[in-house]
């Protein structure tokens, strides 16, 4: 079974550009979450979805964040403009079931100098 | 609201010691799930265990042990004989039934020397 796919797995770009972040979750998982994870800490949930529509975003930072699940499958997570503290690694995680495990991509770390 | 604290930042021991790596949670629902990721140096988190707040009983896996204490609200992992493939950032969480998300903790530097 293949894994979550997450593209590109390293960004660098300079402050006030921009980013976007793919993911392909697991086949048959209805939820796809976007956790950023700062450097020693532990991840934090930016945006979590139910097949196309949006659970939980209330940590995203709405004025520069911004993520899509376009036909309950692809997510892509878009960053514009990048601020300095938003050097990370962005990660994706599937779910089949409420309760269940989390499975995690390989992540997209974002350098913004 | 859901908190998950690991207090030790980072452990050192050496190979074949045994380490418990301690997680306190917090939480206000009855009902509610705690994991346990392994995060490798290639940095993708890697499940270890989910157990539910109705379900005390401790769990072995091989090296690996939990110790689920609901009075103290803590979920506790122990690796006996400490190998140096154990080196990792360890991440304990949480999950509240309705809520579906995972919070975790800062997460546990464990450093395994030969």
């Known amino acids: 079974e293949a894994g979550v796919a997450q593209s590109p797995r390293y960004k660098i770009i300079e402050k006030r550009q921009s980013v976007a972040f793919w993911c392909n979750p697991i086949s048959g998982h209805a939820t796809l979450y976007w956790y950023q994870q700062i450097l020693g800490q532990g991840p934090k949930l930016l945006i979590q979805f139910q097949n196309n529509g949006v659970v939980d975003d209330s940590q995203l930072p709405k004025d520069r964040f911004s993520a899509e699940r376009l036909k309950g499958v692809d997510s892509t997570l878009k960053i514009q403009p990048a601020k300095l503290e938003d050097s990370a690694v962005y990660l994706c995680?599937?779910?089949?079931?409420?309760?269940?495990?989390?499975?995690f991509g390989e992540g997209s770390r974002l350098t913004v100098l | 609201a859901q908190k998950v604290t690991q207090a030790q930042t980072e452990i050192s021991v050496v190979e074949k010691e045994d380490v418990t790596l301690d997680c306190v949670y917090e939480?206000?629902?009855?009902?509610?799930?705690l994991f346990w990721y392994k995060q490798p140096p290639s940095g993708e988190l890697v499940f270890l265990i989910r157990r539910n707040s109705f379900d005390e009983q401790n769990e072995i896996s091989g090296r690996y042990s939990w110790n689920f204490q609901k009075s103290t609200s803590s979920f506790n992992f122990t690796i006996t004989a400490s190998q140096v493939v154990d080196s990792a950032v360890y991440f304990c969480?949480?999950?509240?039934?309705?809520?579906?998300?995972?919070?975790f903790g800062q997460g546990t530097r464990l450093t395994i020397n030969p």
């Open positions: 969480a949480l999950s509240e039934s309705g809520a579906q998300k995972l919070v």
């Open positions: 939480t206000r629902d009855t009902t509610y799930y």
């Open positions: 995680a599937s779910s089949p079931m409420t309760g269940g495990e989390l499975f």
